[in-house]
Each structure stands twice: as C-alpha cells, then as structure tokens.
C-alpha cells in the first residue's frame, strides 16, 4: 500500500538463508518459551531451587500466563523484522510455537486441556499475522506510525493498570516494566512522543469502557 510505504520501508539487510534461519529460531524460541511457562505453572511447588526462588519472588509463573510478556515479545519480533511481511510471518511462527507446545505440555504431561483458554489463544495466533503486519509500522514515520505505537502503548496500559472514576491501582508490577520498556523501544522525539502516550491513554480508556470484561 502506497500510504503505507511512505510510513516505513522495507530493508534487505539479510539473505535469504539468513532470513530463513532467523524465522526457524523464533519457531524454536516459541516452543521453549511455550514449554517452560506451561513447566513453571505446572511443577510450581516442585521446582529447582533457583527457579523456585525466583518464582517466588516475582510470582513468575502466572506473569508467563498473562498476555503483556507475549504481546511485548511479538512487538520486538515485529518492529525488528525486515519488512511487514516477514513481521507477518516470524510473529506468526513464535505464536504457533508457543501455543502448541504449551497445550501439548498441558494435555499430555499434565494431563488437563483448558479447552476456552485454548480457544482464546488459538483465536490470538491466527490474529497474530494481521496485527503484526501493522505493528511493524510502528518504527516508522508520521502520524500513522504514532497512532499505531499509542494503540500499543494504551494495550499495555490497560494490562498494567486497573481504574476506573474513583480508583487506579497496578495490577502487576512487572507489567509495569513492560509497559515501560515498550515506551523506551517505541520512543519518538519529545513532541511525538507526547502525542503518542496521550493518544495511547485516550485510547487504552475507550478501550477499557468497550471492553469491561478483560482476557489478561
């Protein structure tokens, strides 16, 4: 798309064969991280000590199982990739990855399948491309590069915190730190990126009264 070109070109700055072995590592990174996230929630009284003190300390295991870590994860994969079509596919492919290696742990080792979480999720991989591919601009250009970082920036936002007219609390803070370090990834200049956190606030409040009943 024309529009879109002008936001954020494409750049070769691999070969093919690079590109390709780049796609195949997020693959394998989906897998691990799928795996170990389902191992946490699943052997959480039963860890090596290392990892048990770390999962008690910052609560690890159920911050895996909460969207910000998973949509912070895609966004680096996206706005790093080539183009928006590699973003498209590579983002993808680490969806594919993780999903499917979590639920195949959850059902054959630990012997339970959450049939609606599994739904949610698969609906979020076969998404996952489309949102990808726009995500990509977010490094780009103008006032559609800006809108698409605020859209990302008040998803955080909203994962991060819970308000309402007579409250505002942190939900967790870990996604406080993801919220931040998504700022430090999509910073603009100054006045852009004043624009951007407050079109993200205006946006993560509307989407917060649309959508009262959170998936994360």
């Not at 795996?35 to 008690?56: C, E, G, R, V």
């Not at 054959?108 to 609906?123: H, L, Q, T």
């Not at 489309?130 to 250009?141: D, E, P, S, T």
């Not at 370090?181 to 624009?195: D, G, N, Q, T, Y």
């Amino acid at each position: 798309m024309k529009l879109l070109d002008k936001v954020r070109t494409p750049q070769n700055k691999f070969p093919t064969e690079k590109q390709i072995f780049i796609t195949v590592g997020i693959f394998l990174l989906g897998i691990g991280l799928g795996t170990f996230s389902k191992y946490l929630d699943h052997q959480q009284a039963y860890l090596p000590s290392f990892l048990m003190m770390i999962d008690t300390s910052i609560d690890l295991h159920n911050f895996l199982g909460r969207f910000s870590p998973w949509i912070f994860i895609a966004v680096c994969i996206s706005v790093y990739s080539q183009s928006a079509v590699k973003a498209a596919v590579d983002v993808f492919i680490f969806f594919v990855g993780m999903v499917s290696s979590y639920y195949l742990y959850s059902n054959f080792i630990a012997g339970f399948f959450p049939k609606s979480y599994a739904m949610i999720w698969i609906a979020f991989t076969v998404l996952s491309p489309f949102l990808a591919y726009l995500c990509w601009y977010a490094k780009g250009n103008g006032w559609i590069a800006c809108i698409i970082s605020a859209c990302i920036i008040g998803t955080l936002f909203n994962t991060a915190f819970s308000y309402g007219f007579f409250y505002f609390s942190v939900r967790y803070w870990l996604e406080v730190i993801v919220l931040l370090l998504m700022i430090v990834i999509l910073h603009r200049k100054s006045k852009e990126m004043f624009v951007m956190l407050g079109i993200g606030i205006v946006f993560a409040v509307i989407t917060n009264i649309l959508f009262p009943f959170k998936i994360w």
